[in-house]
């Protein structure tokens, strides 16, 4: 149930590392490229550096949806009374109103800057998903809500 929150979180941070890290391969491809070297291998150097940011553009798709389908699998999984169902469905609204935080707080962050208005640009799905986290965690948490209430019941029924 707590799993939830907590993985909100890691794909915040996540999103704006993801930001940052890029953004400092920016800086320093630049002024590797001011250098007086315009050899073959400053092309090749700036093109495998672009090329492996763009695959976190995917590793966060990647990330985002493993997560989902790891709380799912633990929610049906886990051996508790129906009634913390109830709990259940409060932690889950506590998670979309806390994804709407995080939501606004990307935006703010992306928006401060030009640069990073560009760089955000170039990760669409993590500016996509980070833009509309909290529909994603709505339908994510009835998803779970219904796999947590439809779970294998155990030695509390006997």
């Not at 949806?65 to 709380?71: A, K, N, P, R, S």
């Amino acid at each position: 149930m707590f799993d939830v929150p907590i993985g909100l979180t890691l794909i915040f941070i996540v999103a704006i590392a993801i930001l940052v890290t890029s953004l400092s391969n920016n800086i320093v491809m630049s002024a590797y490229a001011n250098n007086t070297q315009t050899n073959q291998s400053t092309v090749l150097v700036r093109e495998k550096m672009t090329a492996t940011f763009n695959t976190f553009n995917y590793g966060f798709l990647i990330a985002f949806v493993g997560m989902w389908i790891t709380i799912c699998i633990l929610a049906y999984y886990s051996d508790y009374h129906p009634l913390f169902f109830m709990l259940s469905i409060v932690i889950m609204l506590l998670s979309v109103f806390y994804s709407f935080f995080l939501s606004n707080a990307y935006w703010s962050f992306v928006q401060s800057s030009s640069v990073l208005q560009a760089l955000a640009e170039q990760f669409w799905i993590v500016t996509h998903i980070m833009k509309h986290l909290p529909f994603y965690t709505t339908g994510f948490s009835f998803l779970v809500g219904f796999v947590t209430y439809m779970g294998k019941r155990g030695s509390w029924q006997q």
